[in-house]
């Protein structure tokens, strides 16, 4: 591999600053009211905090609400997986076998690793009480007496912040072996990663909880039934954990009426790349793209906008034409030939080039393999290859044939997703971007942007 300029890694490390107090939030019901102080257990309880705990436990005056209860109240709700894949939330919880009498787990996902997504760090950060609750009241709902939750490994003071918001939790007998009285008991405790994208993918993320490599496991046998250290698991985002409370407090039906049917409640979208106003946004699921765009004040600088990746960098690329007809929720994303995925919205103005975004993609996933399969890991160096010579003006006429061929060959041949995520990317551009990418390999520069230069001059380079 001589000759080839890796990318500088360190241009895309994030700020580390919050990005959700800006007061544009929709209907905002995770988000709501928060300052960057008011993370404690005090400010969450003066928010309302911990009424649904008490509200299923029946220490609210009220007769409470049974483990079935709860289960089909989410169900109601059409709360779907805030992680990626849009699973229904009470789906997943009734599939939990709670009448076994054996030790059963509950996971948090809070490893976040999917490029341009940072809304999880957010919730930890800023409403860590919230995730708690949830988790709570999701272990009551399927029997669980321990509970972890996994925050990615490069933002440890979050993973402190959350280590004090436990301890006051545990203070206050929200957590613990008799929870406020009631005898019902939940252990809940954090465990931070090192920063490998793989450990967010939930079976990966259990063999890093259980002490070894991440590297995900096959399935079958799914969590339910064989998962941490080989006993029946849930594994849920953290968003999904936050959305919880607030479905109990106001019942499912409520819930489901603030988004579109199959498609309830708000999401939380990270508005990213060029727009004048990044940050995460929460919003009801359904509303339309251009609204969105409109809270996060445009498209940077007032340039046209060319291409959205609408659901973290796993999701197809699609042309802002496309994008500008769509409403923010699973079932239109989808229909659209992409996905919502992990909410992050990666806008590109008219100046990016696809070829060198696509480059920037293919590294990451090539990076992040695990290795375990030959496709993904052979493959996502082959499609990082090809579409380096390509950006680099060393192109070949049969490029996109096999590019799409070698996506083509890597999809639903892994073992985990990974593989699907790499190769999506690269089908969504060539898909949308053809006409960009066969410019590249003619005439060995770029149509639009900085990589013009760029390319042009590496060209230049190899030619001589
Ligand atoms: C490569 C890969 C990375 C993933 N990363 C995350 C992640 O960082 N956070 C997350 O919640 N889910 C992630 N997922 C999805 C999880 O495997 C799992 O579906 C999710 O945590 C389930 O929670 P949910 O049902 O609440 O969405 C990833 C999946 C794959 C294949
Ligand atoms: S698809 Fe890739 S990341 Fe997933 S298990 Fe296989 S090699 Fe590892």
């Known amino acids: 591999m001589s000759g080839i300029v890796l990318p500088d890694l360190s241009r895309f490390q994030a700020s580390g600053r919050e990005t959700c107090f800006h007061d544009r939030h929709v209907g905002a019901q995770i988000y709501a009211g928060l300052d960057g102080r008011n993370w404690r257990l005090k400010d969450y309880e003066a928010r309302g905090g911990y009424r649904a ?86 272990a009551y709902a399927m029997g669980t007496t321990v509970g972890y939750n996994y925050i990615h490994g490069e933002i440890f003071e979050i993973y402190e912040r959350f280590e004090q918001a436990l301890r006051e939790a545990r203070e206050a007998g929200y957590l613990g072996d008799d929870i406020l009285g009631s005898g019902f008991k939940f252990q809940l405790h954090a465990h931070h990663g090192f920063g490998a994208y793989i450990c967010g993918e939930e079976t990966g993320l259990l063999e890093s909880l259980e002490g070894k490599k991440g590297q995900p496991r096959f399935k079958p046998p799914f969590p339910a039934s064989f998962g941490l250290y080989g006993k029946p698991t849930t594994i849920n985002n953290t968003e999904t954990f936050a959305a919880v409370p607030w479905i109990i407090v106001n019942g499912g039906d409520a819930y489901l009426k603030i988004g579109k049917p199959n498609n309830g409640g708000t999401k939380i979208f990270s508005m990213v790349g060029d727009v004048e106003r990044p940050g995460n946004y929460e919003i009801p699921l359904g509303l339309p793209f251009a609204k969105l765009l409109e809270l996060a004040g445009g498209v940077k600088g007032g340039r046209k906008l060319k291409a959205v990746i609408p659901g973290g960098s796993s999701a197809p690329v699609l042309p802002a034409s496309v994008m500008m007809d769509l409403t923010m929720d699973y079932d239109s994303i989808a229909k659209a030939g992409s996905m919502l995925g992990s909410g992050a919205v990666i806008l590109m103005d008219e100046t990016r080039c696809m070829v060198a975004s696509l480059l920037r993609l293919s590294y990451f996933y090539m990076h992040e393999s695990c290795g375990q399969c030959t496709p993904c890991r052979e493959g996502t160096g082959w499609l990082w290859r090809m579409v380096h010579r390509i950006e680099h003006g060393q192109g070949r006429a049969d490029d996109l044939k096999l590019l799409d061929s070698v996506a083509e060959n890597i999809m639903g041949r892994t073992i985990c997703a990974l593989g699907d995520a790499a190769a999506m990317p690269v089908r969504g551009m060539i898909k949308h971007f053809r006409d960009e990418f066969a410019y590249h390999i003619e005439h060995k520069r770029c149509i639009v942007g900085p990589g013009a230069q760029h390319a042009h001059k590496a060209a230049e380079t190899a030619a001589a």
């Open 53 to 138: 705990l008490r509200k299923i436990l029946g220490q609210d005056g009220g007769a409470g609400l049974t483990p079935e209860q709860v289960v089909a109240e989410v169900k109601a709700s059409g709360l779907r997986g805030r992680g990626g894949a849009g699973f229904p939330t009470g789906l997943k919880w009734s599939f939990m076998p709670r009448a076994l009498p054996v030790q059963k787990y509950l996971v948090c996902n809070s490893d976040e690793g999917e490029p341009g997504t940072c809304k999880d760090r957010d919730i930890l950060a800023y409403n860590p009480h919230i995730v708690i609750e949830g988790m709570a009241i999701a």
